[in-house]
């Protein structure tokens, strides 16, 4: 794997020579992650002229949630506790001899821009961007098989679940519970806070699990993820709870599974991250539901459950292959309730099949 991560910052080394700076500074977690193979906390990831350095407030532990660092790197522990590392990298890169450093702006605060400026006067700070984030959206097939452990992880933690009595269960507890069999499964934690939704909660967007409890005759809605080697899915699932569906439901649960199949269908390379919006979004606002659809139909997944690219109306930009990517159109109706349908899949070629459907949990609307 050292190779990977040193082929990686290779590509950032060039994109910063590019405009100019011979020194890039990476404090994004994510990014220090995908460039470094670990982020512990507080870590920064100095690319130097001379050579690339990993600061840390405080030794790497090996944790899986941290990741295992590139042993490529030189790691440079702060002598003081409260050291900030952004600062150290700023003047480590002075005494390396460089005259410019490329800084993640997004990521930084004011006051450490500030602290940065008063230990490097000299130094000019250039912006970044999101450079790092850009080669993060295509993934290798080492980060494509964690995301498919990770969806695997997280179908067995709703299988178990759909075999239980739900009925009288709080939406927290059954989050709670999810959440548990993630890691029995052998996540390394969930990819981001369990939404379990019923009644007039369901169908609602990444809902914040409450204690009412789950009744007859209600919709069921549950979002969840794995976290594996820091790689993340989502999947979004809406059942029925006890006795057959109204054939309002059917109805609601039918128009969304079609706008869904719709834009997992338009995942090919090359298709516009706009037209894939439009493919699921043109049903639902042609059924009467324009009002109240979410702003994107879905988005990137990988190191952060919430990557570029962006499946929205505006969106600019075109699929690569390999790129995983979650389709999740849904509607709610205040008062009564709704239906979400979320999977993560990857973008292939038609030649390989299409897109690739990892999280395989059945979109047939069961009564449980």
């Not at 350095?53 to 532990?61: F, I, S």
């Not at 964690?146 to 759909?162: H, N, P, V, W, Y």
């Not at 309002?248 to 894939?276: K, M, S």
Request: net charge negative.
């Amino acid at each position: 794997m050292s190779e990977v991560y040193t082929v990686r910052r290779g590509l950032l080394r060039d994109r910063c020579a590019a405009v100019g700076s011979a020194a890039a500074l990476v404090s994004r977690p994510a990014n220090v992650r995908y460039l470094a193979g670990g982020a512990p906390p507080g870590a920064v990831l100095l690319l130097g002229p001379v050579e690339d350095v990993l600061l840390c407030p405080r030794a790497p532990t090996g944790d899986p949630v941290q990741g295992h660092t590139d042993d490529q790197l030189r790691l440079a522990l702060l002598p003081a506790a409260d050291g900030d590392p952004v600062v150290a990298a700023a003047d480590l890169a002075v005494s390396s001899g460089a005259e410019s450093l490329a800084v993640e702006e997004h990521d930084l605060t004011v006051s450490r821009h500030r602290a940065m400026h008063a230990v490097a006067p000299r130094l000019r700070l250039a912006d970044l961007g999101a450079t790092v984030e850009q080669l993060r959206i295509v993934k290798d097939e080492e980060e494509i098989a964690c995301l498919r452990i990770a969806a695997e992880i997280t179908d067995q933690a709703l299988g178990e679940l759909l075999e239980s009595i739900l009925v009288g269960r709080t939406e927290r507890h059954l989050a709670l519970e999810l959440e548990r069999r993630l890691v029995d499964h052998g996540a390394d934690g969930p990819a981001f806070s369990t939404s379990v939704a019923t009644g007039p909660n369901s169908g609602q967007g990444r809902h914040r699990p409450s204690d009412r409890r789950v009744e007859e005759g209600d919709f069921l809605s549950v979002c969840l993820g794995a976290n594996y080697r820091g790689y993340r899915c989502e999947i979004g699932r809406t059942f029925v709870i006890g006795t057959a569906p109204a054939s309002w439901q059917i109805d609601l649960y039918d128009l969304v599974f079609a706008a869904q199949r719709a834009g997992r269908e338009a995942l090919l390379p090359g298709t516009a991250y706009r037209d894939v919006d439009h493919a699921a979004r043109h049903l639902l606002d042609s059924a009467g539901h324009g009002e109240c659809l979410a702003p994107w139909t879905g988005h990137g997944v990988g190191l952060e459950i919430d990557e570029d690219p962006q499946l929205a109306p505006a969106a600019m930009g075109k699929l690569d292959a390999c790129v995983p990517v979650t389709v999740e159109p849904g509607v709610h109706l205040p008062g009564r309730g709704g239906v979400r349908i979320d999977d993560t899949l990857v973008v292939r070629p038609e030649a390989d099949g299409g897109p690739e459907l990892l999280t395989i949990t059945t979109k047939e609307l069961l009564a449980l």
